[in-house]
């Protein structure tokens, strides 16, 4: 008598329990990520421009360094963001953005950040 009602409280749990809102990882095209400095010095920005995004994407962000910044549209098909460059060594970034209702991660690559000396 108790496996019924022990079944039907972990199914009432999982129901309420709070829905991962994580982003999933992009597994559709490559998005083209390109930085600019490609060898930026600490201190500095780095400015990223995205391409190949699905034409539906909005809620663009750049991450990296513990940093993030909004990716804003610069003509048809591109968006540009600013990111601090953080301290020397790799800075990895991620770009997230939305599509249809689903919120995705691609990675944006790898800059070296060098020492300004």
Known sequence: MTGPLAWL????LALLAPHSHS???WTGR????VASPPRPKEGTHVHVVIALLP???????????GHHAVARRSGTKLRRASLPSGTPGPL????RFTLHGT????PGGVVFVVPDT
């Open 103 to 106: 919120r995705y991660t691609a």
């Open 23 to 25: 982003p999933v990882q």
């Open 55 to 65: 034409r539906a994407a909005h809620d663009v962000v750049v991450e990296g360094g």
């Open 30 to 33: 490559p998005l083209a990520v």
């Open 92 to 95: 990895d970034l991620n770009v």
């Open 9 to 12: 409280l972990l199914s009432a």
